[in-house]
């Protein structure tokens, strides 16, 4: 499996970017897809999950303001992130899990290389 993220950028405080990762490799469907991010010094954090249902996890801080999802066939999981702020600085990744949708970095089987997002005040 692989999986290549892209879309990140810079934007001001207030603005919205979409992150996109391509899945291939593997049964897209048979997958949970998950985004997490790590800022410089910080430990990865997760941030959004989205099972075969089609159902999303948030972490708190991303309730509300983004939304992931995933699109068949083009097996490709999207992070549409608005209202960015300056703490939302950070590399963003997505990963895979056999096992489903879940918050722990650990249970996550593939990852990809990420990309980046800066918010500026």
């Known amino acids: 499996v692989q999986l290549q993220a892209f879309g990140g950028g810079s934007v001001q405080a207030g603005g919205s970017l979409r992150l996109s990762c391509a899945f291939s490799?593997?049964?897209?469907?048979?997958?949970?897809l998950g985004w997490f991010r790590q800022a410089p010094g910080k430990k990865r954090e997760f941030v959004a999950t989205i099972g075969w249902s089609g159902s999303g996890l948030y972490a708190d801080f991303a309730e509300g303001r983004f939304t992931i999802s995933r699109g068949s066939p083009k097996n490709t999981v999207y992070l549409q992130m608005n209202s960015l702020k300056p703490e939302d600085t950070a590399v963003y990744l997505c990963a895979a899990s056999k096992i489903g949708p879940a918050r722990g970095t650990g249970l996550y089987d593939y990852w990809g290389q990420g990309t980046e997002v800066t918010v500026s005040s």
């Open positions: 490799g593997g049964a897209f469907s048979s997958y949970a």
